[in-house]
């Protein structure tokens, strides 16, 4: 129970500290016209003042020798969002990996994803901890170093933080009710109530970080207060900023990869430890399971972004153009970079894990062709409309905009190549499952036919649209995006679904030898995992440097020394920092976690680790 004990004491102090006992930050203390009748200043409703106003509020600036306010912050608040999202993404995957290992047939597989699911559970629960005193470090920085921001915010969402904080203890008690009552709850019968005890975590998981992100959506897109930044009492027009549910989308699918992207960069490091063949397959199946999930969350990504930013664009053009066509716009083209890069990884790995499968060899010729496809999209893809050039070049060239490529820096032409990008993804998955499988379902060429109908003219409609959306207006062009994100969920599913129906009772030609994918592969996974946790870390700058010079947009400004946008060069270094001492801090709580359990390692000896164990498992996922 000792750790049970220590997360729930550190959420007992975070309780205390959001409610204003620590530090002495006391909402009340705050001077505000209460009672007076005022007007929503994004839902334009009436409402009464219940809040300080932002000039009521005095907005003072810490200061302290060798110390940058703003880079301490970020450091802070960024490792807190990727243990927050690791702590999120986890459980999830253990349910995922409970209900995978109860649909087993075999005993032994049923062993193995149970197994895998508890150890990594442990891991939750120490990060849990780790967590929760970063939120703590990160409260007690923003009061020390912000206090004029953190009382208006504190006396704002004061009727949410005993929410926040209720929720946050509920988290805790259920993902650590979770993992102690594993073994109890084992039985077959039982095994569903331990799966609805993972359902309620990861419930209030949910909710806990839909209440996170409705600061940071406040902070870019504010409501539920009037112009001079007074509560008005609605609580939910305070939380459903015009940012909130895309946000919600964009970090839930970010937190899903980033959490996963940790254990799939664990996995190819112990690979590349193991001394023995038995080694090496367990952690090739641990990497290529959770890559699968993190794909599963990787495909929609681009569509959430691209809701995230149409709605900042409809909130405000000008905070739209500043990121996106502005001063920041390179930092798209930074993330655009890294996005072709996922694309690209993701699927050099799917050709090199035919390494494992008897028969793949014959796709080869396939995988070459779609790896073409995918550069040349994702040269369109990662394309600026405008680039960075001196005054001479843009005077031998006539205009900012090159007169052939700059046509490939409009949304239009991106989100045809990003769409392609995705359905050319799925095309790799399908190849590689149907790698060891002789097809012997009666209408197997039709199948095939119209499989290959299927991607055809949904890749040909796709790319009409990406063409037609030149020749319309662009209030017209952003609304393309829709029937383009329809083709390719209609593509992507179709063709998984009718891709299994067609291997129904195939004949296999051989297991599936994990361990022996190419070193090339492991390091592409890597690669892989490196990208999404640092695009996680550079999207959420872009969204907190958005604001420019406010600390909440166009109601309080940010008057400190600090308030300036650092270069793309120092921005990327930061990301890249944080991301390091990220991977290091949850490459020594999984240490932490395999050196302090001496009972998990004998069940992994026993029921993970034997190759006839894996073979068991690569018979299953063969014949399914």
């Known amino acids: ?11 007992l102090f975070i309780f205390l500290l959001q409610s204003g006992v620590v530090l002495g930050v006391d909402a009340q203390s705050l001077p505000a016209t209460d009672g007076q009748a005022s007007q929503d200043i994004f839902y334009q409703t009436p ?19 060798l110390v940058d306010n703003r880079l301490v912050v970020w450091f802070v608040t960024q490792q807190h969002t990727y243990f927050g999202g690791f702590v999120l993404s986890i459980p999830l995957f253990c349910l995922l990996l409970e209900f995978l290992g109860i649909t087993r047939k075999q005993r032994a597989s049923q062993q193995k994803f149970d197994g895998l699911a508890r150890d990594i559970l442990r891991v ?29 915010m504190g006396a704002t969402f004061k009727p949410v933080m005993p929410v926040y904080a209720t929720v946050f203890v509920s988290e805790a008690f259920l993902l650590a009710l979770y993992y102690y009552t594993w073994n109890f709850l084992k039985t077959p019968a039982a095994k569903w109530v331990h799966m609805t005890i993972g359902v309620l975590s990861n419930a ?3 909710v806990l970080l839909l209440l996170a992100n409705s600061w940071a959506s406040f902070m870019m897109a504010p409501a539920g207060v009037d112009a001079q930044g007074h509560f008005l009492g609605n609580v939910w027009h305070l939380l459903h900023s015009p940012l909130w549910n895309p946000l919600n989308t964009h970090r839930f699918l970010a937190d899903i990869m ?49 809701w995230l930013m149409r709605s900042v664009f409809e909130f405000r053009q000008t905070m739209g153009m500043a990121m996106m066509g502005g001063m920041l716009s390179w930092l798209f083209v930074l993330q655009a970079i890294m996005v072709g890069v996922l694309f690209l990884g993701i699927n050099y790995y799917i050709w090199q894990s035919l390494a494992r499968i008897q028969g793949g060899e014959r796709f080869h010729p396939h995988f070459k062709a779609i790896l073409f496809a995918l550069m040349v999209c994702f040269l369109v893809w990662f394309t600026p409309h405008t680039i960075a050039m001196s005054g001479s070049e843009m005077k031998a060239m006539g205009a900012a905009q090159h007169p052939v490529i700059g046509q490939f820096g409009v949304m239009s032409a991106k989100n045809g190549a990003v769409n392609v990008m995705i359905c050319l993804t799925a095309l790799s998955y399908i190849l590689y499952r149907r790698a060891n499988c002789v097809m012997t379902v009666k209408w197997a060429s039709k199948g095939n036919a119209l499989l290959m109908i299927l991607f055809l003219m949904g890749i040909a409609n ?70 999404f946790t640092w695009v996680m870390g550079l999207m959420g700058y872009i969204r907190s440097v958005g604001r420019l010079g406010w600390h909440i947009s166009e109601l309080m400004p940010d008057q400190s020394s600090w308030a300036f946008t650092p270069s793309l060069g120092f921005a990327a270094k930061m990301v890249t920092l944080n991301m390091i001492v990220f991977w290091s801090s949850v490459f020594f709580v999984f240490w932490l976690s395999r050196w302090d359990q001496r009972v998990v390692e004998r069940r992994t000896a026993e029921f993970a680790r034997p190759s006839p164990v894996i073979q068991v498992i690569s018979e299953e996922e063969s014949a399914s």
């Open 124 to 152: 939750a629960l120490l990060s849990l901890s780790i967590t929760a005193l970063l939120g703590c470090l990160m409260l007690i920085t923003f009061v020390t170093l912000y206090p004029g921001f953190m009382n208006y």
């Open 204 to 206: 209030t998981g949910v």
């Open 47 to 65: 409402g009464t003042i219940e809040g300080p106003s932002v000039e009521e509020t005095h907005l003072d600036y810490s200061t302290y020798p």
């Open 1 to 11: 129970m000792k750790t049970l004990v220590k997360p729930l004491l550190s959420v």
């Open 462 to 531: 796709i790319v009409w649209l990406a063409i037609y959306g030149f020749y319309i207006p662009a209030n017209v062009r952003v609304g393309l995006s829709s029937p383009q994100g329809m083709t390719t969920a209609t593509v992507v599913v179709g063709g998984l679904l009718l891709n299994r129906f067609l291997l129904r009772g195939a004949h296999i030609n051989g297991p599936v030898h994990w361990g022996r994918i190419t070193p090339r592969g492991i390091v592409a996974l890597f690669v892989v995992a490196a990208a």
């Open 258 to 306: 980033s959490g996963g992207a940790v254990v799939v960069a664990y996995a190819t490091y112990r690979y590349f430890m193991a001394k023995t063949s038995e080694d090496r397959a367990y952690y090739d199946w641990v990497g290529h399971v959770f890559i699968v999930v993190v794909v599963c969350a990787l495909l929609p990504m681009p569509l959430a972004g691209y």
